[in-house]
C-alpha cells in the first residue's frame, strides 16, 4: 500500500508515492534520480548514505521515507553551483574514489554550522561515522579546515 508524502526537496516543494517498508535512499533515486546519497553497508554504520532532514544529519538508508512528510531534506545535489564546503572537498582533493564523500560533504555543513570553527580533534570526532574506504582521511580534515575559512569569509 502506497501512500504521498509532500516535502522540501534542495528547497523545491515535492510529493511522492511510498510504501511503508521504503526507506529515503531508494525514494531519492527511484523518484528524483538523486544517487548522491547512497546505499553501502545498509546498517547506518557508514554515512555514505547521509542526508540532512531539517538540518540533521540521518542515515537515508534507515530512514524511513514517509517520516519526511512535511520536512526539508537537503542532499549533495542541492544548487546548480558548488557551495564553499564542495569547493574544499575539490580544493583538497578530499576524495579518491568519491563513493563517501556527498556523506562527509554534508556531515561538514551540518558541523560547521554548529561549529563554525572547529579543531582537528573536532573535526575527526564529528566525521567520526563516515568511513572512508580510500583512505583520504588527511585530506578531508584538510577540506573542512579550508571550508570552515571559506564560509567564515563570506
Excluded: W
Excluded at 520536512?71 to 569547493?87: I, R
Excluded at 568511513?131 to 580534515?141: F, K, Q, V
Amino acid at each position: 500500500m502506497r501512500r504521498e508524502i509532500r516535502f522540501r526537496l534542495n528547497g523545491e516543494a515535492v510529493s511522492a508515492q511510498v510504501a511503508p517498508h521504503e526507506n529515503l535512499v531508494e525514494v531519492l533515486q527511484e523518484n528524483f534520480g538523486l544517487y548522491g546519497a547512497r546505499e553501502s553497508c545498509g546498517q547506518g554504520l557508514c554515512g555514505c548514505c547521509t542526508v540532512l532532514v531539517n538540518g540533521r544529519a540521518v542515515s537515508g538508508c534507515l530512514y524511513l521515507a514517509s517520516l519526511i512528510e512535511g520536512a526539508e531534506v537537503l542532499t549533495v545535489e542541492n544548487g546548480s553551483e558548488l557551495d564553499a564546503v564542495q569547493q574544499a572537498f575539490v580544493e583538497a582533493g578530499a576524495f579518491q574514489c568519491g563513493f563517501c564523500t556527498p556523506g562527509f560533504v554534508l556531515m561538514t555543513r551540518q558541523l560547521l554550522d554548529e561549529h563554525p570553527d572547529p579543531d582537528e580533534d573536532a573535526i575527526k570526532h564529528y566525521l567520526s561515522g563516515n568511513l572512508c574506504r580510500c583512505a583520504a582521511y588527511p585530506e578531508i580534515i584538510e577540506a573542512v579546515k579550508l571550508a570552515a575559512k571559506k564560509r567564515r569569509r563570506s
